[in-house]
């Protein structure tokens, strides 16, 4: 009786130091995107695993997955519904099978620069976009900045006029569709590893993108011309599985957060400071012409593109949209 007591007594000593073994494990957290490590997304990714297993260690651990190397542009929101990654950061306009309203972001002409891209996201009406898609699973944590968005072709755009006829390669976004409709140009879904080839091989003319993504990937020097008409914006929103985020310790979560919002200032700040120093690069390379609109001109692209805003009022709201305008005038 004694022995198997005792047997008895060493088993449950066993499972309970396994338990409690397993209990201190640190959490894991796999941040999966699809851009390079050298831009503002991927550095941002960097700093927040440094952070977290500086601040948290043996509490949570953080592995990044760069370049699409875990998972690709069309596979990572999938994953991340399925938990088979906690944290991704796509661009705000793979969001609209989510909520319409996000869509604002894609809006042409809406925000004059980046400034009030800014105020907007840390407005109420803002905030309260990260929240939107928590029915769905998503949790947004918060907004990356890659920059303003330039138009780039092989003829010179200088009046919406120019744009006619052109092929532009776009994200899969149906406000980004109805921009280029506006200008009487052709609209074309690729993913943006194609993109080089399909300006090198003419399958496109021409590109939006902030100056960061046209250096990095050497659109430059399939470009003729970029216009800087900072039209848009092309920012990411790092988001979490809702049930993934609300199902850890509170402590935890609060000191993520934390880390994230500090991550977010850096990222930002990097990134303004990159697409400077990239249109540099472009200019230096002398491969592109980089054309600067008037104040007149630029309005007259913002025109020509308004009737995309009254076409998504219905499903973006019409004070949002106003909220957003009103945040080009600065406090």
């Known amino acids: 009786m004694f022995k198997f007591t005792a047997k008895a007594l060493v088993c449950a000593l066993s499972l309970s130091i396994a338990g409690l073994a397993q209990a201190a494990d640190p959490i894991s957290i796999k941040f999966s995107h699809v851009v390079a490590e050298h831009t503002p997304k991927g550095q941002g990714a960097m700093l927040f695993k440094k ?41 705000l306009a793979k969001f609209e099978h989510y909520t319409k309203q996000i869509q604002i972001f894609d ?38 900045h890659n920059g303003m968005k330039q138009l780039s072709a092989n003829k ?47 399958v496109v003319n ?9 250096y990095s990937q050497k659109m430059h020097e399939v470009q003729k011309f970029i216009t800087e008409s900072d039209h848009g914006v092309l920012d990411y929103m790092v988001i979490t599985n809702t049930k993934f985020w609300d199902g850890l310790p509170e402590d935890i979560r609060t000191e993520l957060t934390a880390i994230l919002a500090e991550v977010t200032v850096e990222v930002n700040k990097q990134a303004g400071e990159l697409n400077q120093k990239d249109k540099q690069r472009i200019l230096d390379a002398g491969t592109t012409e980089i054309v600067t609109l008037t104040p007149e001109q630029r309005e007259e692209w913002r025109e020509a593109m308004r009737p995309v805003w009254k076409k998504f009022e219905g499903e973006i709201g019409a004070d949002l949209i106003k909220a957003a305008e009103a945040s080009n005038k600065a406090n």
């Open 107 to 144: 809006l042409p002409f809406l925000f004059n620069d980046i400034n009030a891209v800014d105020r907007f996201q840390q407005s109420p009406e803002g905030k309260s976009l990260l929240t939107s898609m928590e029915s769905k699973g998503i949790t947004g944590l918060g907004y990356w």
């Open 51 to 91: 952070l977290v297993e500086e601040r948290m260690a043996g509490k949570v651990t953080v592995q990044v997955y760069p370049n699409s190397s875990l998972f690709g542009d069309g596979k990572e929101m999938e994953a991340l519904l399925l938990g088979d990654v906690q944290i991704i950061a796509p661009s």
């Open 156 to 202: 010179k755009l200088v009046e919406p006029k120019d744009a006619r006829g052109l092929k532009f390669r776009v994200q899969a976004s149906a406000v980004l569709d109805e921009q280029f409709k506006a200008l009487r140009a052709a609209p074309r879904k690729m993913s943006f590893a194609e993109v080089y080839q399909g300006l090198q091989t003419g």
């Open 206 to 214: 021409g590109a939006e993108n902030p100056y960061s993504n046209i």
